[in-house]
Structures are given as C-alpha cells and as structure tokens.
C-alpha cells in the first residue's frame, strides 16, 4: 500500500503519532473533518470539470457550425467614404500649415545650432 508516496510503516506512525498529540477523543472529530473537507474538495473538483466540459462543448459546437455569408446589393450599399465638407477641407489646410510651420521652425534651429 503506496498513498502519496508513503507506505504502510510510515502510515503507522503518523497515526500513533497523531494519537498521542489529539487524544483518542478528538481523533475521530479531526478525521471526520479531514473527510468532509477532502469530499467537499471533491465535489468542487467535479463541478469545475463538468463546467469546464460544457464550455468546451458550447464552444467545439460554435465552431463546427458553417458561416453565412450574404451579398449587399448595390442600392443598399452606403457610400464607403464620406463626402468631404467645407469643414474638412480647412482642418486638412489648418494641419498642412501647422506641419509646414513646425518643419520651418525645425530647419531654424538646426540653422542656430550649427552656426
């Protein structure tokens, strides 16, 4: 007999052992709780299990499933890109000129530095 890498010799001992610090009367309480403890253990072992298979299977069952697909036609297709607006227009000339002006000032100082 072979639990947890201990054999029946060291088994003895740990119950005699366990048997003079507890008493013989808290002995059988201390191993009803161990029990109750390893079933509970037990129990929420198998519901993660059970949970986990479900997943697995909602999941495999998502997949396996074939895709649709389905055509637009071109009267109830948007226009992709938006017209462009007056206002558009002069935050794209405003951003130009910010750029311009940023890379003017750069030259400058590159200009300073050297000289």
Known sequence: MNVFGIGLPEMALIMVVAL????????????RSLGK??????????????????????????????MEAKLETPSSRKAL????????????AEA????EAVETEEIAEEKVAQG
């Open 20 to 31: 003079l610090i507890f008493g013989p009367k808290k002995l059988p309480e201390i191993g």
């Open 37 to 66: 403890a390893i079933r509970g253990f037990q129990e929420a072992s198998k519901e993660f299990e059970n949970e986990f298979k479900k997943e697995a299977e909602r999941i495999e069952k998502t997949v396996s499933q074939p």
């Open 96 to 99: 130009a000129e910010l750029a």
């Open 81 to 92: 890109a938006p017209t462009a607006s007056a206002e558009t227009e002069a935050e794209a």
